[in-house]
């Protein structure tokens, strides 16, 4: 009977020493998964990248044309699967070795005339290479890259200029700012850039190019209609007014307050006092004068038999003055 509650405890004991292990081992793997959980990086940021290429008979020229900068560290770049990234210079500094490639700057390669079949920028930091740009992708859906260099050919019609004009070369994702100026007696009609109007523009920039364009800027001759009025009214629109070739201009006249238009002088000829003129298909400078006076009064004087008096006859007396007879 002793050894029967003697085995009761040593197996009530074993339950117990169990249940503290079972404990034990599961903190021991909570903080084992603790440790993993926290030990492990954020997930590691892949830059980003736009690049452009073109070549001439001595080196290889790679742009970078947006995205992130770039550590000489972290990437490697291949020709035809041969790490040439050692053999890259700073355009700008090429006895230099480079430390960043920052946007808009262009790395060169003494590659000569060698063919080459494709070209891989490849950000090398972290577990496993990342792609940034090739041969593929490197350039825009346009093709742009290849060639390098694009003509944006400008063109002026009679009557202006456009600078600067002719062929221009401009880089693969470059710019270029165009000055539209009209001769004297001229003025700007329109700007057409790649066959579409652009309206009226004194300048136009093209940006980020990617392929050949055109500009052409157009210029119609213009003539000048001189407008002014005397005291006593106004005449509608005024000053010096600039006329198309073949254009239209209107006049409108009206006199102040107890004013009257007394006339209306067109190059120097009266043609009455019209509250309107239209001078139409102008193909020569022009001017126009609108005369004004007081409101006029009529006072007829007549004289009988045995006298007379002067002034005789219908006497034109402007308002608010006075007039004497003898």
Avoid: C
């Amino acid at each position: 009977m002793m050894t029967t509650r003697g085995s009761r405890h040593d197996h009530a004991v074993s339950e117990q020493i169990g249940a503290v292990l079972l404990v034990t081992v599961v903190v021991m793997l909570v903080a084992v998964v603790g440790v993993i959980l926290t030990s492990q990086s954020p997930p590691q940021k892949i830059p980003s990248m736009k690049a452009s290429i073109w070549n001439d008979s001595q080196n290889i020229y790679l742009r970078h044309g947006g995205g992130d900068a770039l550590s000489a560290g972290d990437i490697k770049i291949y020709i035809d699967g041969q790490d040439e990234t050692a053999n890259f210079s700073l355009s700008t500094a090429p006895d230099e070795d480079w430390q960043s490639w920052q946007i808009g700057k262009i790395l060169v390669n003494p590659w000569g005339s060698r063919p080459y079949t494709s070209i891989q920028v490849v950000y090398t930091t972290g577990s496993s290479g990342a792609i940034l740009a090739s041969s593929g992708s490197i350039f825009s859906s346009s093709g742009a890259g290849l060639g390098g260099d694009h003509i944006i050919t400008a063109s002026a019609g009679t009557g202006g200029s456009i600078s600067p004009s002719g062929e221009v070369t401009v880089p693969d994702l470059g710019s270029q700012i165009f000055y539209i100026t009209p001769d004297d007696g001229y003025n700007v009609t329109n700007v057409v850039v790649d066959g579409e109007s652009q309206g009226v523009l004194l300048s136009y920039e093209f940006s980020n190019v990617v392929t050949n364009h055109t500009i052409m800027a157009a210029f119609l001759e213009e003539y000048t209609i001189t407008a002014s009025a005397s005291a006593g009214g106004t005449i509608t629109p005024s000053g010096v007014i600039t006329v198309g070739y073949n254009g239209n201009q209107s006049f409108t006249m009206a006199p102040d307050a107890g004013k009257i238009l007394y006339d209306v002088l067109v190059d120097g000829a009266s043609v009455g006092p019209v509250t309107t003129y239209e001078f139409t298909n102008v193909l020569a400078d022009h001017t126009i004068v609108a005369s004004y006076t007081n409101i006029l009064h009529y006072i007829t004087a007549t004289a009988g038999t045995g006298g007379t008096i002067t002034p005789a006859g219908t006497v034109a007396v402007p308002e608010g003055t006075g007039q004497t007879f003898t």
